[in-house]
């Protein structure tokens, strides 16, 4: 059953590789949350440094900060990958600008997600700092079981009008509708994102020791560059095919690009989980 489960994950990576190839502007999403997250993190350190006061409480916000921003622009960049991976399953051409629009239209909501994200982040730095078994146990299990239950959580607030309580309870719906298959495909997607970062690598393993230690630096650049690809690939393989999980247990059938593959056992969530794509007009 395992095996069968994985062997799906990778059904759906490959298959979302296959939209990646027909839309690669897709991963430009990617690229965005990557480039904000960096000019993000240079504004709050900056920030921080002109500030003297007590380091715990500075440390403090800083986390604070750092969690709410991060996955804040994490989540918006998901947010337009999703809706273009909509329009890609209707077969139309996934318009960014649409993309930026229909999670413009989400701020509060992916503002709010943002916020309990963090404050579970935080919460479990602390477990994990209390350093005793029983604190690094519980960290882990509820950490694995947030990441789990919150697996659907942007894909609702994109697709479906709730409220900051429906949007958790949603998610949680819906993986339990696709349990396996969504394990499945963090399994098949973060495999094929890991090959990825090898395969890209094997130049600059080859550069650094093929060459002379002067030329080392040129290897050193292409490893950098070779994971920040397999990432950027990852991260959008991984939108793609949350994007059709979610389609599949809502419309209990497979969106383009993944006809025939084999969900199993997923199932629909019934007639009245239809959703409407925000500005559409249209049912899902």
Request: aromatic letters at 10%; charged letters at 15%.
């Amino acid at each position: 059953m395992a095996f069968g489960r994985l062997k799906t994950g990778f059904t759906l990576a490959r298959r979302s590789a296959t939209a990646l190839r027909d839309h690669p502007k897709l991963v430009l999403f990617p690229v965005l949350a990557g480039s904000a997250s960096l000019a993000y993190l240079g504004v709050l350190w900056t920030t921080l440094l002109s500030f003297s006061g007590d380091a715990n409480a500075l440390t403090l916000v800083a986390l604070a900060c750092f969690y709410v921003g991060s996955t804040f622009i994490a989540s918006f960049s998901t947010a337009g990958l999703m809706y273009c991976s909509r329009q890609a399953f209707a077969g139309e051409s996934p318009r960014i600008r649409d993309g930026l629009r229909a999670a413009s239209r989400n701020l509060a909501p992916l503002l709010a997600w943002s916020i309990v994200s963090a404050l579970v982040g935080m919460l479990l730095r602390i477990l994990e700092e209390n350093d005793t078994p029983l604190s690094l146990v519980t960290a882990a299990v509820f950490s694995v079981a947030w990441s789990v239950m919150t697996f659907f959580v942007v894909p609702v607030i994109v697709f479906e009008d709730v409220g900051v309580v429906g949007m958790f309870a949603r998610s949680k719906e819906i993986v339990v509708e696709t349990w396996g298959e969504s394990m499945g495909a963090i399994g098949g997607v973060g495999v094929v994102t890991i090959a990825l970062g090898f395969a890209g690598a094997i130049p600059g393993f080859l550069i650094l020791w093929a060459v002379p230690e002067s030329a080392g630096i040129l290897g050193f650049f292409a490893l950098i560059v070779a994971v920040l690809v397999a990432m950027l690939i990852g991260q959008a393989l991984t939108g793609v095919a949350k994007t059709a999980l979610y389609l599949y247990a809502v419309e209990d059938e497979s969106p383009r690009y993944f006809d025939g593959v084999d969900f199993g056992g997923g199932g629909s969530t019934g007639p009245e989980s239809s959703t409407r794509i925000p500005g559409s007009g249209g049912i899902i």
